[in-house]
């Protein structure tokens, strides 16, 4: 890889680019040890404990000042450095997933702890590639004087699509000129245009009344029996949905023994759309058939939104200035080891064996919007954002399962996630030197967004669920942390 400005005169290096690129070279054992440290914590969403104070401790090394708990989210935080124009703010998610534990560097369904929540997409690499920018970009910072401020959002229970809708409501956005977003994939590319959906997610619990099931049911209200016809309702309702609209679910709550009439049943629903006027009609549309079902049982249902957000839409300006410097800083180099491990989840798996991708992928688009939600979208309809996909994980496998947790504390991680530090922090130094990129992209943006108006889904009143996951991660930590690294990542100057 080269060091070389895009847009340097005369096609030469700029230096304030090149520092901050070393940086991250010199850190890379450093980067290893943060992306694996928090593959090891495992922590699900709304509890990344030790991850979130693992990120706030090197940031506050480093000279940030670190808010710990912005908008009530004790595993979340805003980190700043820097003062005036442009203000770039980077924004990531690090929460795993229930029942992933897998151990990394076997091409075998393998578990660290039987049963526990683990890492199988790569979130841990995520907040790596994020923090080792940060302190790269602060370090050039200092050294060049570089004017404006880099924000640097934790962002916790993706998984859920709960924080970010939480911190634009919030206000920590307004004053935001460009926001970036790294996340894994299995290639190296940027993308523009609308790429994922907007969803709801939301608790529908019906209260009915006891009775033994036997002896008097007639005397009971049986909750099940209205979450059963609001699932009937909603079956019903599916010939009707225009396309592109999804709705999918789990019942939280069934009652406790079949002799006894539920007084409580609860499903949890999520309902997503290309627009954010899809799902929040769809959603009310889910709220009809409840309390109708509730109507026809003599039973009550209320409902809580357990998360809303907007699609994500990635701007164009953005989306070229990240590809131009993919395409100047390029893909990294796979061994044919790492080629051959990649061919074995692969083939583990069932999925086409093509080995990992040699070249990045071509700038194109607008891309294609597909069925997946991120709750950064929220974002992307504030400020203009940008995402950096990264090459930190193997082509065609499924995020969620376990093969995809198998490269994570990898080489082909650890490479790929580093490639995508580099991208990053030399899409954010391009901001910083050239005052006219912020204005083109607030003049692109106002073009993409045209007539559209944005207002949070997410209630105004609504406080984070703050103990989601807790019991989870209670049951499996201490059994968890006998595999924690002893080792803590420290980033030189």
């Given amino acids: 890889m080269n060091a070389r400005h895009p847009s340097a ?3 030469g290096f700029a230096r304030e680019k090149a520092d901050v690129l070393a940086f991250i070279d010199r850190n890379a054992q450093a980067f290893a040890c943060l992306s694996d440290s928090i593959f090891h ?44 124009r442009p203000v770039v703010a980077i924004h990531t998610e690090y929460d ?6 897998q151990q990394s560097g ?20 995520n907040a790596a590639v994020m923090i080792t920018a940060a302190l790269a970009l602060r370090h050039g910072m200092e050294l060049h004087r570089l004017p404006g401020e880099i924000r640097i959002v934790g962002a916790p229970g993706e998984e859920q699509l709960i924080s970010r809708p939480y911190y ?62 609001m699932d009937v309702g909603m079956a019903q309702f599916r010939e009707h949905m225009p396309p592109g609209l999804s709705m999918h679910r789990v019942v939280t709550h069934g009652g406790e023994q079949p002799n006894v009439i539920p007084a409580r049943a609860s499903v949890w629903w ?3 759309g290309p627009h954010a006027d899809d799902v929040r009609k769809l959603f009310e549309q889910g709220q009809r058939v409840a309390e109708g079902a509730a109507l026809m049982t003599g039973c009550t249902a209320t409902t809580d939104i357990r998360a809303a957000v907007w699609p994500v839409r990635l701007n164009r300006t953005i989306a070229e200035t990240i590809q131009r410097n993919i395409d100047a800083l390029g893909m990294p180099e796979w061994t044919e080891g790492e080629q051959a491990f990649a061919r074995d989840l692969q083939r583990a798996a069932g999925k086409p064996e093509i080995g990992l991708r040699k070249a990045a992928t071509p700038f194109s688009g607008p891309a294609k919007q597909i069925a997946a939600s991120n709750d950064c979208g929220d974002i992307s309809w504030k400020v203009p954002m940008g995402r950096v996909w990264f090459p930190a994980n193997v082509p065609h496998l499924p995020f969620h399962h ?24 030399a899409s954010v130094v391009d901001c910083l030197l050239d005052p006219e990129l912020a204005k083109r992209a607030r003049e692109t943006f106002s073009e993409e967004l045209g007539d559209a108006r ?15 996951n807790a019991e989870i991660m209670d049951h499996y930590r201490s059994a968890m942390e006998q595999f924690y690294p002893a080792s803590r990542p420290a980033f030189v100057r």
């Fill in 9 to 11: 005169p005369g096609g």
């Fill in 41 to 84: 914590f495992g922590e699900l969403g709304m509890q990344e404990h030790r991850s979130a104070a693992l990120m706030c401790d090197l940031l506050e090394q480093h000279g940030f000042s670190v808010d710990r708990c912005p908008s009530g989210f004790s595993t979340g935080f805003i980190a700043r450095y820097g003062s005036g």
């Fill in 96 to 101: 795993a997933n229930p029942g992933n534990s």
């Fill in 106 to 125: 076997i091409a075998e369904h393998r578990e660290i702890v039987a049963g526990a929540p683990g890492h199988c997409e790569g979130h841990n690499v």
């Fill in 168 to 229: 634009v409501r919030d206000g920590y956005f307004d004053d935001v000129d460009i926001a970036f977003h790294p996340h894994v994939l299995d290639e190296f590319r940027s993308d523009y245009g609308l790429i994922q959906t907007a969803a709801i997610s939301a608790d529908f619990v019906f209260s009915g009344r006891a009775a033994h099931a036997a002896i008097a049911p007639w005397d009971g209200r049986d909750a099940l029996d209205a979450q059963v016809l």
């Fill in 270 to 272: 999520y309902f997503r």
């Fill in 402 to 425: 376990w093969s995809a947790g198998a490269p994570l504390c990898t080489s082909i991680a650890h490479k790929g996630g580093l490639a995508g530090a580099r991208v990053l922090a």
């Fill in 454 to 468: 944005y207002e949070p889904l997410i209630p105004l009143g609504k406080a984070p669920p703050a103990s989601l």
